[in-house]
């Protein structure tokens, strides 16, 4: 069984601000952290080439196929089929796909959007990523309450981004509402809330995310490792990620 298992990663160029997240950084930071396997996306699939993004993330993965775990983006403001936009991500071979609202500058209203969730939810074969609060943009990303509409009609796991310390209540009124919400921990940074978490009975929904090599990948696996509960920890930085990839298997 993996050791660790990061369900946020990225690589590509990032031209917001200078930071190297080229492919061999990311694996770079793998190897000293001693991360086994990361789902990733190339960036470049966030910054409207999605078609190319898609295609580059694919690649990477299957260079790297023990370590990588493939990860499609789809931005509403593409034109296109929303329904062949969706098919292709499936007959690609992605079990995820990840909307990055913080950047686009799209939300839940957005007629596009209803159409992809709807082609989404129709082929039943995707794990949805969406982002609360401060995801990779300067904007915040989606209301949990558009987020707790959106997983209660989501036949698969969707995984929530960007959740900070203030918005552990609502996180936790999520988890105790949609029995298919799970969070990436990397920004629950207040004090004891991992545990808190737990003891509410949601210990099965959190997911050791870094968004290396964007941030420094320490600092989410220092998040991980606050949990006093040594089982906690043990599923956050793996045992729930695996859970996730076995019912998408």
């Excluded at 789902?39 to 196929?65: M, Q, S």
């Excluded at 593409?78 to 990055?100: L, S």
């Excluded at 401060?134 to 915040?140: C, I, R, T, V």
């Excluded at 696996?221 to 793996?238: C, F, H, M, P, Q």
Aim: proline share 6%.
């Amino acid at each position: 069984m993996p050791g660790i298992i990061d369900v946020s990663t990225v690589f590509g160029f990032w031209p917001r601000r200078q930071v190297d997240i080229r492919l061999e950084t990311l694996l770079k930071f793998m190897d000293k952290h001693k991360i086994d396997k990361s789902w990733t996306l190339c960036v470049r699939g966030i910054l409207i080439d999605v078609e190319g993004g898609n295609a580059e993330t694919l690649a990477a993965v299957k260079k790297y196929p023990e370590r990588l775990v493939p990860v499609a983006t789809i931005d509403p403001r593409c034109g296109g089929p929303v329904g062949d936009i969706v098919t292709k991500c499936v007959d690609g071979g992605f079990q995820h796909v990840r909307f990055f609202p913080e950047i686009q500058g799209w939300d839940t209203d957005s007629l596009v959007w209803q159409e992809i969730f709807k082609a989404l939810t129709n082929s039943g074969r995707l794990c949805l990523h969406l982002t609360a609060g401060m995801g990779l943009g300067p904007k915040p990303g989606l209301s949990f309450g558009a987020i707790d509409k959106i997983a209660a009609n989501y036949p698969l796991p969707v995984i929530v981004h960007g959740s900070n310390f203030g918005q552990e209540p609502e996180l936790a009124m999520l988890f105790a509402r949609q029995k298919n919400a799970f969070a990436v921990i990397n920004r629950l940074i207040g004090v004891g809330a991992l545990d808190r978490l737990a003891r509410q009975g949601f210990s099965d929904r959190l997911l050791l995310g870094t968004n290396s090599p964007l941030d420094y990948p320490a600092s989410g696996l220092g998040v991980a490792r606050a949990a006093k509960d040594e089982n906690l920890r043990t599923k956050i930085l793996s045992g729930n990620a695996l859970s996730i990839m076995e019912q998408l298997a």
